[in-house]
């Protein structure tokens, strides 16, 4: 049973750059959520993606945008760097259906910006 | 505001002795509770949940304890193992199917 995938693991980017984050759900998962990560903080909610669209969102800024697939994969965008985007970018999958929601998180994608 | 918060950000715990972490909530509409462990370098991984019409679920070697009440939630870890060495969060969720956490508690198992 594949759990959530994402990649690149690490990724160095400079301020004003923009970077794309990539995540495999579980298997059986329909819906993605992703959260950022700063360095002793817990997980901040980003925003989630069900249904290829963007279901809720969190209080970031639309730096932040993503994207889902019809094969439930996702992507999270974003644009014009800034040294306070350096962070754990962690996604989470779930399904939708079963009503217990729970989410499952992958290992994450370490973003630092220089 | 609405947050979710650890009573203490650090944790020492004798290995086979019980741990308890504590967490309060402040969203009465939160009706989803969930408690993760985080490892140096690796994503939160699932440990237990429990609903808000239940006060107690027990896992292998988990309990989670909910108090609806004063809005606060443990987790009970027995026999504490060195590889429960870890951050863990407690997360709620309310019908906007974001998950809010707190800073998380570290535990460390002394040998």
């Known amino acids: 049973d594949a759990g959530v995938t994402q990649s690149p693991t690490h990724l160095i980017k400079t301020r004003g750059q923009q970077v794309t984050l990539r995540c495999s759900p579980k298997s059986g998962h329909d819906t993605v959520s992703w959260y950022q990560q700063a360095l002793g903080q817990g997980p901040q909610f980003i925003f989630q993606?069900?249904?290829?669209?963007?279901?809720q969102r969190g209080n970031f800024p639309d730096r932040f945008s993503g994207h889902q697939f019809p094969n439930y994969s996702s992507e999270l965008n974003v644009n014009a760097l800034l040294l306070g985007d350096s962070a754990l970018y962690l996604c989470a999958s779930s399904l939708a259906t079963t009503g217990t929601d729970t989410q499952y998180f992958g290992p994450g994608t370490r973003l630092t910006v220089l | 505001g609405e947050s979710v918060g650890l009573h203490l950000p650090t944790l020492s715990v004798q290995e086979g002795d019980n741990s308890i972490i504590n967490c309060a909530y402040s969203?009465?509409?939160?009706?989803?509770f969930i408690w993760y462990k985080q490892e140096s370098g690796k994503g939160p991984q699932f440990i237990i949940d429990?609903?808000?019409?239940?006060d107690k679920r027990q896992g292998q070697r988990v309990t989670v304890l909910l108090n609806k009440t004063v809005k606060h939630l443990s987790l009970q870890i027995a026999a504490t193992q060195p590889g429960d060495s870890a951050v863990y969060f407690c997360?709620?969720?309310?019908?906007?199917?974001?998950?809010?956490f707190g800073a998380g508690t570290t535990v460390t198992v002394r040998a």
């Open positions: 993606y069900y249904e290829e669209e963007e279901r």
């Open positions: 429990i609903r808000s019409n239940m």
């Open positions: 997360a709620e969720e309310s019908n906007d199917y974001k998950l809010s």
């Open positions: 969203n009465s509409a939160s009706d989803y």
